[in-house]
Structures are given as C-alpha cells and as structure tokens.
C-alpha cells in the first residue's frame, strides 16, 4: 500500500471512529408534568384512588417534582404544567370513562399540553 493510499484509509478510520463516537443530537421536547396547588394537596389526595401511593405531605411531593422538572428542563426539554383541579377533575374522568388515578392525571396533562402547543 502507498503512503497516500495508508495515509486516506487511516483518515477514514479515524473520521468513521469520532462519527461513532458522537451521539445524535435529541431534539428538545415538551414534558407534560402534573402539578398541584398546596390548598388541594388534602382534597385531591382523599379523591384519588390511588392517593395512598402520593407523597404524605405536599412539601415531599413538590421537591421530588421540583427535582423532575430540573431534570428535564437540563436536557433541553420544556416542561409544561398542569395543574389538577379538584372541581373539575372529577368530571373530566368520569367523561373519559377513566378512574381518578395516576393514568387519568397523565392524560390530562398530556391532553393539556397538547392542547397548549397546537396553540403556540
């Protein structure tokens, strides 16, 4: 093999090594993150069937919410808030045919944030 033929195979080893050494760049994405007023923390939790799995106080639940939103917000996502409402939540569940759970709530929100980014 000639020097230049060495020379080019060598460039494209190494051309073709830092290609798969890069990773592709994520596009950024909406998160839709439910969100909850302090005043309903008590009320949303008795409605919830599955209220017993939220943190006791909502001082724990907003750091761990907090510490989630920091995250995504650091990869470059935006984050969307969606608060439940204790007045119309019920509702919306029964109207969907859902039950007033961890799944109904993530549907909210995603519903909202949907809803939100169309209109941007």
């Not at 909502?58 to 989630?68: G, P, V």
Request: net charge negative.
């Amino acid at each position: 093999m000639s020097q230049r033929k060495f020379k080019r195979a060598r460039q494209k080893a190494e051309k073709s090594k830092t290609e798969a050494i890069q990773q592709p760049e994520q596009q950024p994405s909406v998160q839709a993150m439910v969100w909850y007023k302090e005043e309903d923390w008590d009320t949303l939790k008795e409605m919830f069937v599955d209220g017993d799995r939220l943190p006791e106080s909502y001082q724990d639940w907003l750091t761990k919410a907090e510490d989630m939103k920091k995250q995504a917000q650091d990869a470059g996502d935006a984050v969307i808030k969606v608060y439940i409402d204790p007045q119309t939540f019920p509702e919306w569940c029964e109207k969907k045919g859902m039950a007033m759970d961890s799944e109904a709530r993530s549907q909210l929100a995603i519903e909202v944030a949907q809803a939100q980014s169309f209109s941007m």
